[in-house]
């Protein structure tokens, strides 16, 4: 296995759990979903912190993917969100339906790693560093 497939195993696995958080069906005639954390998070104190786990997991396996500081604060952020507003009552409940902050976290992940990634090609392909370079590489 070479690294890309290791960042790309690993994205597999960050996006299988954030749709079983905040995805696992949709509500029937509307674009709302629902899945593991809306679910958990209906018993009080308990539910809000077995749902935060999952979270905290993500944040942590960006942070070796290499995701920037700037990328984990925006998750951090999502995910304080997520815990503190969902666990207020019914409220709580309604924004975390609606919100899906794993969601938004594995988005912004990919986003970040996509962005470095585009960003170290131009600085290699400026550099003429790519004599040397095999052609997987490139793509």
């Known amino acids: ?45 308990v539910g809000d912190f077995l749902a935060l786990m999952p979270s905290l997991w993500m944040i942590r396996r960006a942070y070796k993917l290499g995701a920037t500081h700037g990328a ?15 666990s207020i009552p019914v409220i709580g409940d309604i924004f975390d339906v609606l919100y899906n902050a794993n969601i938004r976290n594995y988005k912004a992940l990919e986003y ?9 090609r131009t ?4 550099s003429g560093m790519l004599d040397w370079a095999e052609p997987d590489l490139l793509n």
């Open 123 to 126: 600085v290699r392909t400026a």
């Open 1 to 45: 296995m070479n690294i890309y497939e290791d960042i790309d195993f690993e994205l597999s696995r960050l996006q299988k759990v954030a749709y079983r958080m905040d995805a696992i069906f949709t509500i029937p005639k509307t674009r709302i979903t629902v899945g593991l954390d809306n679910i958990v998070g209906l018993v009080p104190v």
């Open 72 to 86: 984990l604060a925006y998750m951090g952020l999502n995910t304080f969100l997520d815990f503190a507003i969902g």
């Open 112 to 120: 970040n790693l996509n962005k470095k990634a585009a960003r170290a």
